[in-house]
Nanobody, 123 residues
């Protein structure tokens, strides 16, 4: 069982920045693929970013096109934490952000999800 706890959401003006954190339990965190997803009101949940790599050494980042160049996903395996640095925020980034873990490392099947953290970007 993997538990995920997100933090760092809040209200920010357009053009501002936020950093989300997701603390995970589990002894083999370094081998998990970790992803960030978001769900805006009235919309389906969408993929935002992921770090994959089951070796625990080399990771590969990928992003949805709408956040490329603005968001950065990173991880600190010593702290069992994954981050999402969000810069140049836009009102359309407003959503509940969720982190998720794929214990297989490939980012294909996310087995565990956090409770979500609200991000609101005002215009």
């Amino acid at each position: 069982q993997v538990q995920l706890v997100e933090s760092g959401g809040g209200l920010v003006q357009a053009g501002g920045s936020l950093r989300l954190s997701c603390a995970a339990s589990g002894r083999t965190f370094s081998r998990y693929a970790m992803g960030w997803f978001r769900q805006a009101p009235g919309k389906e949940r969408e993929f935002v970013a992921t770090l994959t790599g089951s070796s625990g050494i080399t990771y590969y980042a990928s992003y949805v096109d709408s956040v490329k160049g603005r968001f950065t996903i990173s991880r600190d395996n010593a702290k069992n934490t994954v981050y999402l640095q969000m810069n140049s925020l836009k009102p359309e980034d407003t959503a509940v952000y969720y982190c998720a873990a794929d214990i297989g490392g490939r980012g294909r099947k996310y087995d565990y999800w956090g409770q979500g953290t609200q991000v609101t970007v005002s215009s």
